[in-house]
């Protein structure tokens, strides 16, 4: 992993989802213009060995807090696939976070270890704990993690990346409704997820993005232009006297005690584009300032996505359970990494057509 660049997800599956590192893809690792990794010196090895590939067996689910000689945890909160177990390569890796990683993570894994118990969540979070070290140190200052988990591991997760990067790099914890519907017997429907979003500076690349309307916002666009462009109508008027605005304009008087909110000059030109909307007499109204719906910026994303789910007939799908769809990997990519490089990434989310 270290010294590597580009997109990557690493994870296990629980009840159908997986837990995932999302990072802007690089060009190569020596020249990555991306806000991600920074290569590391070559005299500078990972620091705990990597787990060998997964053998991933969806038809085999296990308690997720089953303890390890077999017997039922009472805690048998959901269901784990048959991919982490706490076996010796588990111990071996939470030895080594113990006594090689930073002496806060080594304390704090053992403090995991201490409550959780030795289990299959805890090989997971064992595993997690040693690559989010390393994910860390190669990331560059301007670099961001998202790291996508389901509620049944978030809390740890938090607990383990707050200790990694510092409680003041968690930015969001972004919630995200993967699905429209989820029938979970003697419980509410479990239809959302969680990407935990951390920085490693405060030097981090990051473009607000726009988010959607809500139905209430919609409506204050009620009005159709003939080409088809929703647009209101808004106040020309603001409130106090001005010798140089409180003045009749086109057979118009903005009030007592108010004022145009443009010059004159810049009216007329609002008029003559068509931008103000007039009485059947021809005057301008003095709430007849049309702005349209496509020429706003719109709402800032917030940390509640609805917008992006991968629905059973989605032409991208690949049959893969835990797949993420392209368009919530095209947000995180454009809201973390730099326009420029957009169109030079080798990423599918970015070329495809």
């Avoid at 997109?7 to 060009?27: D, H, N, V």
């Avoid at 835990?322 to 990519?333: A, D, F, G, N, V």
Wanted: with cysteine; charged share 25%; net charge neutral.
């Amino acid at each position: 992993m270290a010294g590597k660049c580009g997109s990557g997800t690493i994870g296990a599956k629980q009840t159908g989802r997986e837990y995932s590192f999302t990072q802007p893809p690089c060009l190569a690792a020596d020249n990555c213009p991306f806000s991600c990794f920074t290569p590391p010196a070559p005299a500078c090895p990972p620091r705990f060995p990597s787990r060998p590939a997964l053998q991933l067996q969806p038809s085999t689910y296990n308690v997720l807090f089953r303890d390890e000689s077999g017997h039922d945890s009472e805690a048998q909160i959901a269901a784990f696939e048959d991919t982490w177990h706490w076996d010796r390569q588990a111990e071996e890796t939470y030895k080594e976070l113990v006594t090689e990683a930073p002496d806060h993570v080594g304390r704090m894994i053992a403090a995991l270890r201490e409550f959780v118990g030795p289990n299959q969540m805890m090989a997971y979070l064992v595993m997690m704990a040693a690559r989010l070290v390393e994910l860390h140190r190669v990331l560059k200052p301007t670099g961001s993690l998202y790291l996508h988990c389901d509620p049944t591991a978030s809390h740890y997760l938090k607990v383990i990346l707050d200790t990694i990067f510092g409680p003041s790099k968690f930015l969001n914890e972004i919630t995200w409704k993967r699905t429209t519907a989820h029938n979970d017997p003697e419980r509410y429907g479990r239809i959302c997820d969680r990407l935990l979003y951390y920085s490693k500076s405060t030097e981090k690349t990051f473009h607000p993005l726009g988010g959607e309307y809500s139905k209430e916002q919609l409506t204050r666009y009620k009005y159709v232009d003939e080409a088809g462009r929703r647009y209101r109508a808004e106040n020309l008027t603001a409130p106090h006297f001005s010798e140089t605005r409180t003045v009749i304009w086109r057979g118009q008087h903005p009030g007592n005690n108010r004022q145009w909110r443009f010059s004159t000059e810049r009216l007329d030109e609002l008029f003559e584009q068509g931008r103000i909307l007039a009485r059947r007499d021809g005057i301008p109204r003095k709430d007849g300032l049309i702005e349209y719906l496509d020429e706003s910026e719109g709402p800032v994303l917030q940390d509640l996505w609805t917008d992006i789910t991968l629905g059973p007939t989605a032409g991208e799908r690949l049959g893969y359970p835990t797949q993420k769809p392209l368009e919530l990997l095209e947000r995180i990519i454009r809201a973390s990494s730099n326009r420029a490089t957009w169109s030079s990434t080798h990423s599918v989310v970015v070329a495809r057509p």
